[in-house]
């Protein structure tokens, strides 16, 4: 069913190259979910194409029709054609596709990728996605490499490219493309993009993700409950318009496609539990001896009564709203999945699922009806099932973010009343990802002064374990940004406290709706705002900084990007004045691009699946495109290389207009010439730490030397912060003067995933010091590997000189090594270590607690290390699916030993 490869573990005969200090140990899981991991290891990213032969077809077919009816019938068709799988012990069902782990294509976003026939792997002339684990970067066997990542059997390949095709001039992408040529500055537009100061297909790659799901509607009346809610509506505004002339006649259409789509994912599950039941009667009808053999190792469980307890479960979730804590986390598993593939969505979270889930999860123990250890072994096993999922998207996205589908859970924060919202299912949740460690679900915990000690420190204790998870993100910052952010739509302090985090950090809005289980009400929280993929991302500002020193020409390139400018300057602010024109005309050009881009994607390819898990587009009976979600101020502009950008800044203030110790032209010729080094990719190392000299070249020691010494962010130095403040100050007031197609204001996104990897490899040398083709400093608040010579607890005070509620999500990445926290004590001293932050006002920190020579034995034998797990930045990646330069950048992060 999937392309499998053997994938080993590290032996335990193995003798590492590098001597290094362990992790702490943490407690395994047990046999049913180890061995489900294990074939996790063992498989490859599979991509097949029932999902996109079946949308197509039923699209064709209806071609003429109501374009949102047409969609949720082409994704009706596609899901009721699934064909199902489950594994051998499963208690959890439903994938993306038939495969263990995969995914497919979706043509009708974005076709051009799939016809690529080289380069397939590379962005901007660089490698982005690596060649271990489970990726799939060249072809072998009978098995076809696909769009850098999946393994497709060649069999399947025409069918593929026949499929790919018949998209041409149709999909989002083709339609942006037509219409483009009507708009003013494409050219410009074009060499922005082709420079790699923003993606050139951002805007059509992923449509929907960084948000969060809202349950309430299918668990308090079940799928069917909903039909016939929905059926009372269309009938009752069928022919209306109730005085919206634009919009009225459309909720009719939306609610008739809701219970459209409704009904292929109800036959979606169907047909699994189906295929659990046969399978419950196959086991039965073994002989005896056979059937005593067929249990789980662990616990004795009979694979046919395991079988036949998931098809009830299935068959109850696919009509009727959930009784139980199993069938209420596998219907939110159902609509996960539904939601993901919806789109090439990227960060559609689970959100505050401790808090959603709880209610179902305190009756069955008060009940008896479920234990503490069988809950943790379904969550275990939703992890894997997480896992399994990929992204299928151009190089660009995938290479971007190492293919991690970023399903963020959130834990703590506080409740509508200001008590705390932590619960004993949230303590379940953080120990199913200690016994359980895989990349998905990552976690977040929401930080707040009044969360108990002792969940925190569970927190604490993950943390030890290398997972990277959880994060934390300040509750009371994000609270404050969502008030300013969406206030005018809306948002109230009180309502603040419903969010939580959507993909890899946005802090996504929230609402509060009431279940009635049992006669007992309970208070939810979930999504009410619009995805955060929107807007310009990610917008490379080092790269700006370079368009302004070289009069706006790129020699990467060799082309002329902006209109020159031509001028000579005399101080910082002439130069900072130029900078701000650039980018406020980068930013001008970007915004509306990327606004076309997604007006034709919510014309054609509207969001039907996720939109009824908004309530509001339920009561408006309008989808996302129409400004059916609550929250519509979600559009960002993303940035790369902040820390970088910012340290170069200080150099240029200092060592040219203020000490005037070089000239300008000076500085960009030792910039243009790399400081005498090989660039990354001369040197084929992409660490800072690793510098090779060309031979013979000492022209520009000084001056290098020189920038090196200059001040740098993280120590706690006026200079360079006060910088790092005023940046902060009017980067945002040019980002806002912008509007999106939701006539809303573009806000400013500070977090970071891969994109300082491809960016920074096509950026010459930058002022800081830093070198041609390395990437930039990781996450937005991290200081540059090296250059924080006075602990953490400096980078706290640099990183706080301005307020973290005027953005989205500043994150900070920080790496500890193991003896640096050991013990009960250290967890104590990370905890307090991270409590200072958010006390200071921080918003985001993040941990990789890891011996920088286990990186390096990882790297230099990855096949003896297929499970070891790294913090990137906003997510965790099994190392050998991370490419060279960001594995590069991850060792050369400063570690910290001692001094905490």
Request: proline share 4%.
């Amino acid at each position: 069913m999937a392309v499998t490869a053997a994938k080993q573990i590290k032996s335990e005969a193995y003798t590492p190259e590098f001597d290094y200090t362990p992790r702490e140990e943490k407690e395994g899981t047990g046999g049913n979910v180890k061995r489900l991991l294990g074939l996790f290891y063992q498989s490859l990213s599979s991509a097949d194409n029932e999902f996109t032969y079946w949308y197509t077809r039923r699209w064709d077919e209806l071609d003429g029709s109501v374009p949102v009816i047409r969609r949720a019938e082409a994704l009706k068709s596609a899901f009721e054609h699934l064909t199902p799988t489950i594994w051998p012990g499963e208690k959890l069902a439903l994938q993306k596709s038939k495969n263990y782990r995969g995914s497919f294509a979706m043509p009708w976003i974005q076709n051009s990728f799939l016809l690529a026939r080289s380069n397939e792997n590379f962005s901007g002339g660089k490698r982005v996605i690596a060649t271990g684990g489970g990726n799939v970067t060249s072809d072998f066997g009978e098995v076809k490499s696909v769009a850098g990542k999946f393994g497709l059997r060649k069999e399947d390949f025409p069918a593929y490219r026949r499929l790919a095709q018949s998209w041409d001039g149709r999909s989002a992408e083709a339609v942006s493309r037509q219409m483009e040529e009507f708009v003013p500055d494409k050219t410009l537009k074009d060499l922005i993009q082709e420079s790699k100061v923003s993606y050139d297909d951002a805007g059509f790659t992923i449509v929907q993700g960084r948000e969060t799901m809202n349950l309430y509607y299918p668990f308090q009346y079940g799928l069917e409950g909903l039909v016939k809610l929905l059926e009372e509506k269309r009938d009752a505004v069928a022919g209306r318009a109730d005085g919206d002339g634009v919009l009225g006649m459309d909720r009719f259409y939306y609610d008739q496609a809701v219970i459209i789509a409704i009904r292929g994912i109800q036959a979606w599950i169907l047909n699994h539990a189906a295929l659990a039941e046969k399978l419950a009667a196959r086991e039965s009808a073994l002989p005896d001896e056979i059937r005593r053999r067929h249990v789980v190792e662990d616990s004795g469980e009979s694979y046919a009564d395991i079988y036949s307890e998931l098809g009830k479960t299935l068959r109850k979730i696919a009509f009727d709203r959930p009784s139980t804590f199993r069938e209420a986390l596998q219907l939110f598993h159902a609509l996960h999945i539904a939601a993901s593939n919806e789109d090439p969505i990227c960060g559609v979270s689970p959100g505050r699922l401790g808090q959603i889930l709880y209610p179902w999860f305190e009756q069955d123990i008060e009940a008896g009806r479920i234990t503490e250890e069988e809950v943790i072994e379904l969550l275990e096993m939703q992890r894997i099932k997480l896992t399994t999922m990929d992204i299928f998207a151009s190089p660009n996205t995938v290479g971007g973010n190492a293919g991690n589908t970023y399903n963020n859970l959130t834990v703590g924060g506080l409740k509508r009343d200001g008590s705390p919202a932590v619960n004993r299912l949230e303590y379940l949740f953080v120990e199913a990802g200690i016994r359980c460690s895989t990349p998905q679900p990552t976690i977040t915990c929401l930080y707040d002064e009044k969360l108990p000690e002792d969940f925190l420190l569970q927190c604490a204790k993950c943390n030890k374990t290398g997972t990277g998870y959880p994060a934390w993100v300040n509750n009371q910052t994000s609270r404050k940004m969502l008030v300013k952010h969406f206030g005018h739509e809306g948002m109230t302090e009180e309502e603040s406290a419903a969010a939580a985090v959507g993909g890899c950090l946005a802090i996504a809005p929230g609402v509060y709706n009431t279940i009635d289980l049992n006669g007992r009400k309970y208070e939810i929280p979930g999504g009410a705002g619009l995805t955060t993929m929107g807007g310009i991302r990610p917008f490379a500002l080092p790269k700006m900084l370079e368009m302004t020193l070289f009069n706006g020409y790129d020699h990467n390139l060799k082309k002329q990007i902006f209109p020159p400018h031509n001028r000579v300057f005399h101080s910082y602010e002439e130069f900072l004045t130029q900078l701000k024109a650039y980018i406020d005309k980068a930013l001008d050009v970007l915004t509306r691009f990327n606004n076309l881009y997604f007006d034709i994607t919510r014309k054609n390819n509207m969001s039907v699946i996720n939109s009824f898990m908004k309530p509001d587009c339920l009561k408006t009976g309008h989808h996302n495109g129409q400004k059916g979600y609550r929250y519509n101020t979600t559009f960002l502009a993303i940035t790369s290389g902040t820390i970088t950008f910012v340290n170069s800044l200080a150099q240029i203030k200092k060592l040219v207009f203020e000490e005037g110790k070089y000239s300008l032209e000076q500085l960009t010729d030792a910039l243009l010439h790399n400081f005498g080094y090989d660039t990354a990719e001369e040197s084929g190392s992409f660490s800072v730490l690793d510098r090779r000299k060309k031979d013979g070249s000492d022209q520009y020691d000084d001056i290098y030397a020189d920038c090196l010494r200059a001040p740098k962010f993280g120590n706690a130095d006026p200079y360079v912060d006060a910088i790092l403040a005023d940046y902060e100050d009017w980067f945002p007031q040019i980002v806002t003067s912008k509007e999106t197609l939701y006539g809303e204001k573009l806000q400013v996104g500070q977090f970071v995933t891969g994109h300082h990897n491809a960016q920074g490899g096509v950026t010459l040398a930058t002022p800081d010091g830093r070198l041609a083709g390395t990437t930039y400093t990781d996450a937005s608040m991290s200081a540059y590997p090296g250059t924080d010579k006075n602990g953490p607890y400096a980078i706290f005070r640099s990183a706080t000189v301005w307020d973290h509620s005027n953005t989205q999500s500043s994150m900070l990445n920080l790496k500890l090594h193991p003896t640096a926290i050991s013990g009960d004590a250290g967890t104590k001293k990370l905890l307090a270590l991270t409590r200072a932050y958010m006390r200071l006002g921080g918003h985001h920190i993040q941990y990789n607690i890891v011996d920088s020579n286990n990186l390096r034995d990882a790297q230099r034998h990855p096949e003896n290390y297929r499970d070891l797990l790294v913090r990137v930045s906003g997510f965790t990646h099994y190392w050998c699916e991370l490419s060279k330069p960001i594995q590069d950048e991850v060792i050369s992060r400063t570690e910290y030993e001692c001094g905490l």
